[in-house]
């Protein structure tokens, strides 16, 4: 009997003020399993970092993609979400020249995909391919939020990753908005129309 190759997906960054929407596709190889996979928020950021680099050297196929900040804004963040999982996947298919049997993604809404997929609530706790690509989206991201706070350091975005916390929100009414901060946003729609 052949092995069934099924595809973990997965997404970080749906309530972030700022900055892309990551997803990640992961498939598992099940003869190198790896220990401590979960639901990404649940790990330490330390934790997240050394899963997602043997994530990356045992899996059998991975591939990370995302929306941008205008594509969110366009699109809405949900339909952005599903294009970066649309993305991973079919970057996955190119990258490692492998077709998958199935597709399980985290939620309870599937990615247009040419290939049987199913939606499971919660799967970042219970599939381990969906628990080893949240991990790989949200490293992803953060890795990217890093990079964006050396370029505006004064909204403080290594502290929160782009999240509306008070501090987040403070920087936002003090500086202004940048440009990559997410327009469609409400508490960035409220500072907008404010300042006009």
């Known amino acids: 009997m052949t092995l069934q190759l099924i595809c973990g997906v997965d ?5 972030p003020l700022a900055g892309a929407v990551y997803a990640a596709a992961v498939i598992l190889n ?4 790896i220990l401590g996979l979960t639901d990404s928020k649940k790990l330490s950021e330390k934790k997240r970092d050394l899963l997602s680099a043997e994530i990356k050297q045992h899996a059998i196929a991975w591939a990370i993609a995302s929306s941008s900040v205008e594509e969110i804004d366009r699109i809405n963040i949900l339909q952005a979400s599903l294009l970066a999982m649309q993305r991973a996947i079919k970057l996955l298919q190119q990258q490692f020249n492998i077709t998958p049997d199935l ?18 609530v919660q799967g970042d706790s219970k599939v381990q ?38 501090f987040h929100l403070e920087m936002l009414a003090l500086h202004g908005v940048s440009t990559i901060h997410r327009l469609s946003y409400a508490p960035v729609k409220r500072l907008i129309a404010n300042q006009f």
Request: charged share 25%; with cysteine; aromatic share 8%.
């Open 129 to 166: 391919a969906i628990s080893a690509a949240s991990i790989l989206a949200k490293v992803a991201r953060d890795t990217e939020l890093y990079a964006l706070d050396k370029q505006y350091p004064q909204y403080g975005f290594a502290k929160h990753k782009g999240y509306p916390t008070v």
């Open 30 to 33: 099940p003869n190198r399993p």
């Open 103 to 120: 597709v399980q993604v985290d939620g309870n809404k599937c990615p247009k995909i040419n290939l049987p997929c199913e939606a499971i």
């Open 11 to 15: 997404e970080a960054g749906r309530g």
